[in-house]
């Protein structure tokens, strides 16, 4: 069941077209996230959703009702901010209770709610605490209470964690994704963080250009990008040029494959194949058809979980591997030689073009 549907949303500023025509549907109690690089549009679908700003076209529905005309305080949508935006002259507990306070809640009510939701995010013991006594993780939890305690319909939030400290970041990412699913709010999440974007949501629409690219799984968008920015967005690849013969192979680092069936359908004699560093085999057997070349390794970096080796293939440009850490790998020096192999079905293909779409 969807929670938000968003139709054919259009956004220009001036003749700068920023949404080109966005047509999503969120689940009902699901964590979405809008995840592209800077410039994609991604705070500007938010805020039109939150009814900061009016789309030029098209319309947003939460449930069966039509906000897209509404006024931002008429929405029931919360929404957290990069840069906390919270009251720098109200105590935190003034901070919380604000929108309540504005609703016109008993006093009471306010006191009781407001206590709840700061036991939740863990800031009870901070209540008559200021601002600026606070870490930037804590301001963000105020931000959190603030947006929560209202009680929304759906949770808005536009990069919370992007001014906190790597450890910090993965802290709060995994409680905003606990309280998430204890309150099952519908959450719309924007981030350009890739890994937390996979680590937190349900789905994820990858942005670029005022288009959504896909909607998918964090699995879906991994391990089948429907088109060459999502695959280069999203993790890393090394993307090889591919022949497409008229015998139905292809040859790719000089080796000659079968071509899938949607290669061999797609109308050019080129394409673009992409293997994940990580498929990528060192000095080690095949399990099955593929390719297997020689190459000097350019690079060897161990950074105790993993082993990330540049590989110069002549002819091919260089390839990137990540390993298992491995003593005998990490023993080759640069300029030395090593056998790299790529299984055939771990080769994606896509057309050629910077959103080339997936073949295979
Ligand atoms: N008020 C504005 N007037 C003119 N252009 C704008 C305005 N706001 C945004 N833009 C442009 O619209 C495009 C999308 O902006 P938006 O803020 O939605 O990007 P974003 O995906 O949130 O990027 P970031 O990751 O940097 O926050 C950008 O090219 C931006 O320069
Ligand atoms: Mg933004």
Request: charged share 20%.
């Amino acid at each position: 069941m969807s929670q938000v549907q968003l139709k054919n949303i259009k956004k220009s500023y001036g003749n700068y077209v920023a949404l080109k025509n966005i047509d999503i549907d969120i689940g009902l109690g699901s964590f979405f996230t809008l995840l592209g690089p800077s410039g994609c549009g991604k705070t500007t679908l938010l805020r039109a959703i939150a009814g900061f700003h009016r789309q030029d076209s098209g319309e947003i529905y939460v449930g069966e009702k039509s906000i897209g005309q509404l006024p931002a305080n008429k929405r029931n949508v919360g929404m957290v901010f990069q840069d906390y935006a919270v009251f720098p002259h109200l105590s935190v507990f003034d901070n919380v209770a604000f929108g309540l306070v504005q609703q016109k809640v008993p006093a009471a009510q306010v006191k009781e709610r407001v206590a709840a939701i700061l036991k939740t995010v863990h800031l009870a013991q901070h209540a008559e605490r200021m601002p600026h006594q606070l870490s930037g993780g804590q301001q963000q939890r105020v931000g959190l209470a603030r947006a929560l305690v209202i009680r929304p319909k759906v949770l808005l939030m536009d990069e919370p964690l992007s001014n906190l400290d790597a450890k910090l970041r993965i802290d709060l990412r995994r409680d905003i994704r606990q309280l998430q699913q204890e309150f099952g709010i519908t959450t719309v999440y924007v981030t350009h963080d890739q890994e937390e974007a996979l680590a937190i949501s349900d789905q994820v629409c990858v942005m670029y250009d005022g288009w959504a690219q896909q909607v998918g799984s964090p699995w879906a968008i991994y391990n089948q990008p429907a088109n060459r920015f999502v695959a280069t967005f999203v993790g890393s690849n090394n993307f090889m040029p591919v022949a497409v013969r008229s015998d139905g192979e292809l040859e790719l680092l000089g080796t000659r494959l079968p071509a899938p069936p949607a290669v061999r359908e797609h109308a050019s004699a080129s394409c673009v194949g992409a293997v994940r560093p990580e498929k990528v085999r060192v000095n080690q057997a095949l399990a099955g058809p593929g390719v297997q070349v020689r190459g000097v390794l350019r690079q060897s970096m161990f950074t105790g979980r993993e082993l990330q080796l540049t590989v110069e293939v002549e002819g091919h440009g260089t390839l990137d591997a990540l390993t298992a850490p491995d003593e005998a790998i990490v023993a080759i020096k640069p300029g030395h030689e090593l056998q790299l192999g790529i299984q055939a079905s771990d080769v994606l293909y896509f057309a050629e073009g910077e959103t080339g779409k997936l073949l295979s």
